[in-house]
């Protein structure tokens, strides 16, 4: 792995943590450093985009400077969940 490789593995872990905490300002630093917006995590059982994160968690901020940063909003999960089915199952309706 190069040096670009390692600071990209960085950005997207970076990434994860601050969609994780709906920490819209460091979502944007992290994709600002070319953390791919579509990156993925496993979580219960099934694969989520950090799209899927900040809808089911109602981190509305985040999911949309995702979505302005080509994040794709109408990936399904393993199991045929979107953003909007998690985000309507949770309750959320955005902070």
């Not at 943590?17 to 450093?33: E, F, I, P, W, Y």
């Not at 995590?41 to 080509?70: P, W």
């Amino acid at each position: 792995m190069d040096m670009r490789e390692s600071d990209v593995t960085l950005a997207n872990l970076e990434l994860i943590q601050a969609v994780r905490n709906g920490d819209h300002k460091n979502v944007a630093k992290a994709l600002s450093k070319d953390a791919d917006p579509d990156s993925t995590t496993e979580e219960s059982s099934d694969v989520f985009t950090m799209a899927h994160i900040a809808a089911k968690d109602g981190h509305s901020i985040s999911l949309s400077t995702l979505i302005s940063n080509g994040a794709n909003f109408r990936t399904k999960t393993l199991h045929g969940w979107e953003p909007l089915h998690l985000a309507a199952y949770h309750g959320k309706q955005g902070n």
